[in-house]
């Protein structure tokens, strides 16, 4: 039974540029949501996706937004990335009848400079 | 609005002695309440969590974590812990449905000193 899985692991990018990062939920999940880890803290709450629309969304700038396909995968966009996006990035899955119990992915480190 | 309050930031414990892990949330309605490990550059792994019913949750790991709604706390722990278990341990809580984004605390450095 294949977890969530994110890709890419790791990534550099330059001030000002845009990124997308990619999720794949757990078998079965359909609800997919987005965190932001910086070094040393918890996971912030970015925003909740379910049947291809944003659900919830946490107190992050519009230059954040998401996607989630038909087959419930997601992905995370961020425009014009300061330095202060460098951070880890993390997926969950979960059901939309239970969607509060989320299983994480391994993340994808982004590192803006 | 909810919040998580983790109140130690690093715990030391001698392998194969008991811990505690506090954790203590504000919430103006009904919440579910999780504990998630995080290993070294890895994601997060759900140990156990209290969504409704028996106040004693158990988890993996051999650790389990009481619910005391009059005290707002949620404490982790183990009877016997090994070195496995040196980790970042996280206290999260959610509302119902709606609501269900997880709101963290800022985490406790489990060190386990052989």
């Known amino acids: 039974d294949a977890g969530v899985t994110q890709s890419p692991t790791h990534l550099i990018k330059t001030r000002g540029q845009q990124v997308t990062l990619r999720c794949s939920p757990k078998s079965g999940h359909d609800t997919v949501s987005w965190y932001q880890q910086a070094l040393g803290q918890g996971p912030q709450f970015i925003f909740q996706y379910y049947e291809e629309e944003e659900r919830q969304r946490g107190n992050f700038p519009d230059r954040f937004s998401g996607h989630q396909f038909p087959n419930y995968s997601s992905e995370l966009n961020v425009n014009a990335l300061l330095l202060g996006d460098s951070a880890l990035y993390l997926c969950?899955?979960?059901?939309?009848?239970?969607?509060?119990?989320?299983?994480f992915g391994p993340g994808t480190r982004l590192l803006v400079l | 609005a909810q919040s998580v309050t983790q109140l130690d930031s690093q715990v030391p414990v001698f392998e194969e002695a008991p811990v505690e892990l506090r954790c203590n949330y504000s919430s103006s309605v009904s919440v579910y309440l999780f504990w998630y490990v995080q290993y070294p550059n890895q994601g997060l792994q759900l140990l156990l969590k209290?969504?409704?019913?028996?106040?004693l949750v158990k988890g993996i790991n051999g650790f389990e974590a009481e619910f005391n709604k009059s005290q707002t706390s949620f404490h982790l722990r183990k009877p016997s812990v090994h070195i496995s278990d040196t980790a970042e341990y996280f206290c999260a809580v959610s509302g119902d449905f709606g609501n269900e984004k997880l709101t963290f605390g800022t985490g406790t450095r489990l060190t386990i000193i052989p």
């Open positions: 209290y969504l409704s019913g028996s106040t």
């Open positions: 969950a899955s979960s059901l939309f009848q239970d969607a509060a119990t989320q299983y």
